[in-house]
C-alpha cells in the first residue's frame, strides 16, 4: 500500500468507465523518429505538456507510437502463457525466495498482497519478476533454464529504451533541465513481470481482488495486458475507472517516487484488477467471470541509493510535504508489506 490508497481501497463502488475524453493517447513516433535535435526537442516538449495534464489529473496515460512491435507483445503474451500452464511443481522450481534478498522468480497466487489491510487472502493472480542478468550470479538463479527467458529479455530491453525515452518527456513536463533525472537511472532497479489473473467468480468480494488496491512504487510503470480488468482509482472524482483494453497500445502510470519528486502534485495513482466483464454493484449477477487475463509490468525505478527529495520547483508555497527518502528503503518497506503479510 502506498500514498493515498487507504480511501479508495475501502470501498467497490462506483466503478464506470474511463471517459474516452480522459483517456490522453501520447503518440511517441515524432520523438522516436525525428533526427535533427531542434525537432526533437520541440517533440519532446510537446509530449512532455500532454504528459504534465494527465499526470496532474488521473497520473495515467496511454502511449502509441512507442516502437514496440506487435509480434513482441504476442511473443511474450504467448511465452508466458506456456509457462503459467506448467504444473505447479514446475512452476515452483522457479519460486522466488524474499529471504535471499533477490526479488526475482515465481509467485503463487495469493503470495502477493497488495492491498493487505482489506485482503486476508492475498492476490488472485500468479507472477514471475524478472530481472535483467546484473553479473556472475543470475538474479534468476535459473540459467537459461526459464523457458521464457530469451523473449523476456529481448521485452526487458525495449522497455527499457522506451523508459528512458518517456524520461525525458517527464523531463520536460518537470519543468527541469534535460538530465536531470536519469543519472539516478544509470544503474536502475527496473523489473519486469509477467501476471497472470484467474477469472474472478461473482459474487466479487474486497478480501481478494485479482490484485489488491495499491500505488507503484518507483518512477513509473509502462503496461501491456491481453484483456481488461485494471481499474484506476480517479480521486477528483472519486470513482473507480475501468482502462480500455486498446491492442498495442500501452499503459503508463506513475508510482509513488514521481509523487514524491513533485511534492505529491503528480499522482501515485490508486490502481487494482478486478477480472471480471460487466461488473455492476447493485446487479452483481449481471457480472460475469473474466477470461484469463495476462499482463506485462514493467517497473521504471531509479539505482537504490537514489535519495528522493522534492524538486526545486515543485517545492511552492507549501514547503516539502515528503522527508527525502532512499529509493532502497522505500522499496524494502513496501515488499515487506506486500509479500510478508500473507505469510502465516
Ligand atoms: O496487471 C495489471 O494490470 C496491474 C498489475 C499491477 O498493478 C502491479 O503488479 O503493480
Ligand atoms: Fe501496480
Aim: proline share 7%.
Amino acid at each position: 500500500m502506498g500514498l493515498g490508497s487507504t480511501t479508495a481501497s475501502a470501498s467497490l463502488l462506483k466503478v464506470t468507465d474511463l471517459p474516452l475524453a480522459n483517456l490522453p493517447i501520447i503518440n511517441l513516433a515524432p520523438v522516436l523518429h525525428i533526427s535533427t535535435q531542434t525537432d526533437r526537442t520541440a517533440a519532446l516538449a510537446a509530449a512532455g505538456d500532454q504528459v504534465r495534464s494527465a499526470c496532474l489529473d488521473t497520473g495515467f496515460f496511454m502511449v502509441q507510437g512507442h516502437g514496440i512491435n506487435a509480434t513482441l507483445f504476442a511473443d511474450v503474451f504467448e511465452a508466458a502463457g506456456r509457462f503459467f500452464d506448467l504444473p505447479s511443481a514446475e512452476k515452483a522450481a522457479f519460486a522466488k525466495d524474499m529471504t535471499n534478498g533477490v526479488n526475482t522468480g515465481y509467485f503463487g497466487v495469493g503470495e502477493e498482497n497488495l492491498d493487505p489491510q482489506n485482503q486476508p487472502k492475498g492476490d488472485f493472480k500468479e507472477g514471475y519478476d524478472f530481472n535483467r542478468h546484473l553479473g556472475p550470479e543470475d538474479p534468476n538463479h535459473v540459467g537459461d533454464s526459464l523457458p521464457m527467458k530469451k523473449v523476456l529479455l529481448e521485452y526487458f530491453e525495449r522497455a527499457t529504451q522506451l523508459g528512458n525515452t518517456l524520461l525525458s518527456v517527464f523531463e520536460h513536463a518537470l519543468g527541469i533541465p534535460v538530465d536531470t533525472l536519469s543519472p539516478f537511472f544509470a544503474e536502475p532497479m527496473t523489473m519486469l513481470r509477467c501476471l497472470r489473473y484467474h477469472p474472478s467468480v461473482p459474487p466479487i468480494s474486497l478480501s481478494q481482488l485479482g490484485c489488491g488496491a495499491h500505488t507503484d512504487y518507483g518512477a513509473f510503470a509502462i503496461l501491456a495486458q491481453d484483456a481488461p480488468g485494471l481499474q484506476l482509482f480517479d480521486h477528483k472524482r472519486d470513482s473507480w475507472l475501468r482502462v480500455p483494453h486498446i491492442p498495442n497500445t500501452l499503459i503508463v502510470n506513475l508510482g509513488d517516487i514521481l509523487s514524491r519528486w513533485t511534492n505529491g502534485s503528480f499522482v501515485s495513482t490508486v490502481h487494482r484488477v478486478l477480472n471480471v466483464t460487466d461488473y455492476h454493484e447493485e446487479q452483481e449477477n449481471r457480472s460475469r467471470p473474466g477470461k484469463v487475463r495476462h499482463s506485462l509490468v514493467f517497473f521504471y525505478e531509479p539505482a537504490v541509493n537514489t535519495v528522493v527529495d522534492v524538486l526545486d520547483p515543485w517545492v511552492g508555497s507549501k514547503g516539502k510535504q515528503f522527508p527525502p527518502i532512499r529509493f532502497g528503503d522505500h522499496l524494502d518497506n513496501m515488499y515487506r508489506q506486500s509479500y510478508l503479510a500473507t505469510k502465516p
